[in-house]
């Protein structure tokens, strides 16, 4: 995954990612690498990675020529489970019942409730004995603010419809059944993607709990594309957390 960061301009990174700027010590480049005309570089599945055309550590290489790059898709089996995974779990509530554009809130945050506490994702030492809370804390910071929140433009207009956002709507049972339903059809699969290094396959998973959060994180944006439309993601899942 191509990150969304600014690594270029760090001042204005730490400015819209908060998060960012409170990492003081963050890694370095596992692999830091200049290409050549006619060479090749494999990123496996998930890892996040930045590019710079014309840019070298060496200044006799900064040249800023131009560069033409070819990028090949591979389906590694970790990309392959997460296509499982994407599969199972689409469209979890139109295939077991309904679901009004009241109750959208209600069911987003019953499946990444149920998702994020399934997956062991919560962090069990920031002292909330709440565990739904804390998935909801969880779900705020990594997806909504990590992802969405710097992204965002919000008018005067749309702030003051969000302070006169109804009550969310309770979930009924069949829906509960269906996310109870659609989360363990999936269970196996992320087990899958947590499996000892050289297990899957003949490839060696080195961040298996990273790749699990971006697959988490994945399927968060799916149900709501789903449910909602892209352009309104953010929107639905500031009103599912609230």
Known sequence: RKAQVNLDDILLAEEQYPHFANDK???????????????????PAFWFHHVENGLSSSKEENDHEPSVSLNSFVLSDPMMIAQQIFQKA???????????????????????VRLIQSLGLVDKNDGDDDDEAAAVAFIQRNL???RYTPLMVVSEEEQQNDDASADRVPVTEEQQQAIETCIKNIRSDFQ???MEEGEIGKEQVVDR??????VALHLLELWAVQMVGAPSVHDAWKKALE
């Open 25 to 43: 010590n963050p890694p370095q480049p596992f692999l830091d690498v200049t290409l050549k005309p006619g060479d090749a570089l494999e990123i």
């Open 209 to 214: 709990n990273g790749i699990v959060l971006l």
């Open 192 to 194: 899958d993607l947590v």
């Open 144 to 146: 909504v603010e990590a």
């Open 90 to 112: 689409s469209q979890p509530i139109v295939r077991y019942t309904s679901c009004t554009k009241e109750q959208v809130p209600g069911v987003l945050r019953g499946l990444g």
